[in-house]
């Protein structure tokens, strides 16, 4: 009993103390920077019981964004609310959204070429503004058009407007930008998924044109796709050499897109099997120097992995804020479910949780903006992600109960499109893989 009212009086002690502390500090108040509430969707709530650290910008000691970003992001937002999210189950039901239109509204607006040059129509900025975009994005009420877009901004062209000839920007990244048309990333095969070093597609040289033969499978946008950032064989050698990039036009003779992938979640992405035949491109579509396409590709494979866990945050932020709302109305034996400790500390270990992944991604988008190699962080923040993903999404949807396994909720809906992120991108045992070999404890 004197341990306990001796803690007891420590307790008040500090607290007294760090009342008077914080008296002197004042702190700046937490508050939207440039963006007006007004018209906000309840998932922005500034309720202070339901406020999240990436909602709220404090006076310019945020970990990673300026006012600027918060702008950007806000400018995205009205978008999501006016032209995506009101139409998000329509597109869900038909199993395919219509990406040329969604592609042309952000395109115009910038969002498809935020880090890309402007003299091909982007905005020049750096990466954290790609993982600003990508956050925003996380508030589309499923996961399929994030997914998408990340494809057509961050996936398929990082290495063309990097390496690729001006001819070539001109040709396919200029109106990738704009929206005008649908991209495309073509590694992945039947037999080589995240082992991009045994694919067997081959663009073998004859005269001045490449000759396709190979099939391409799990192609985001694949029936709607206007072209394609193709990683082919295009010489003999080790597999880490004899690879090649190309921009593929998807409209040539010899392509077959086989068929739409019936999946478990992503439904308002279209996903395709596609088939090269004798498939001619012209050799002047390499992006950059033959050979170098396995090792251009990994870098995009960095960025595409920050992207990831960027677009994952809002997402599982709002899942929890839900729950919370749900919980906390729905009552059974007479209480609140939210009342039952179980519950709530669930919550908080999830929220906790979720903080910390956030800091992981911001460390490693800040260090990889000063010029830093981010393989084993971005590797730790993707495979945090996706079983995080699937511990919130789960334990989500219980407190959800039966409403939970309707299709009626969004709780049900992420469940299945988050499963995705412990598979696609590098699935979480290649994410083990390349942790443990910078660590050096492979055997």
Known sequence: GQAVSNSMAFFRSTLYNTKQLMKLFKPPLRRFVGVSTAGFPESCSLNPSHRFYSNIAPSGDHLLYTEDHFALRASLRKII??????????WEEEGQFPAHQVFKSLGKAGF???????????LNLDFSYIAAVAEELGLIRCGAIPMAVGVQSNMATPALARFGSDELKKEFLAPTIAGDIVACLGVSEAEAGSDAANIKTKAVKKGDDYVINGSKMWITSGFQADWMCLLANTKDGPPHKNKSLLCLPMKLPGIHVAKKIDKLGMRASDTAEIFFDNVRIPSKYLIGEEGMGFNYQMLQFQEERMWAVASSLLVLETLIKETIDYTSQRKT??????????VHFRLAELATELELLRALLYEAVGLYLRGN???????????KCGRL??????????????MGYTNEVLVSRM??????MSIGGGADEIMLYIICKHMGILP
């Open 333 to 342: 034996f007479g209480q609140p479910i939210l009342y039952n400790q179980i």
């Open 81 to 90: 609310d006016k032209e995506i999210n009101p139409f998000v189950d329509k």
């Open 112 to 122: 498809l070429g935020v880090d890309k040059p402007t003299e091909y129509g982007g």
């Open 373 to 383: 190699d981010v393989t084993k962080l971005i590797s730790m923040a993707k495979l």
């Open 389 to 402: 993903c699937r511990e919130i999404s789960d334990s989500c949807l219980q407190f959800w109960g039966g």
């Open 415 to 420: 469940y299945r499109d988050l499963r995705l």
